[in-house]
């Protein structure tokens, strides 16, 4: 679950095309993350933030790539 969410978010916040809105979002993952961990009772895994982490960065890379290609096709189907 932690994957499809993280990529599900990636995709959300790609389309803002802005370096600080997804940093700030990979920030606000690590910190949901302590603060998770902060109050469990018992111990965490970190496996699950680097999956978290990993997943949302895939989700903005799939994201952007298509966004890039959809604005290629565009360009090329105008100048055509």
Avoid: K, N, W
Avoid at 50 to 56: N, P, R
């Amino acid at each position: 679950m932690i994957p499809l969410t993280a990529t599900a978010i990636g995709f959300a916040t790609a389309p803002m095309r802005s370096v600080v809105a997804m940093a700030a979002v990979g920030i606000m993952i690590c910190l949901a993350y302590l603060a998770a961990a902060f109050v469990s009772p018992g111990p965490t895994s970190l496996i699950e933030l680097v999956v978290a982490i990993i997943s949302y960065d895939g989700g903005l890379i799939a994201c952007l790539l298509g966004l890039h290609a959809i604005h290629r096709i565009r360009a090329r189907a105008q100048t055509a």
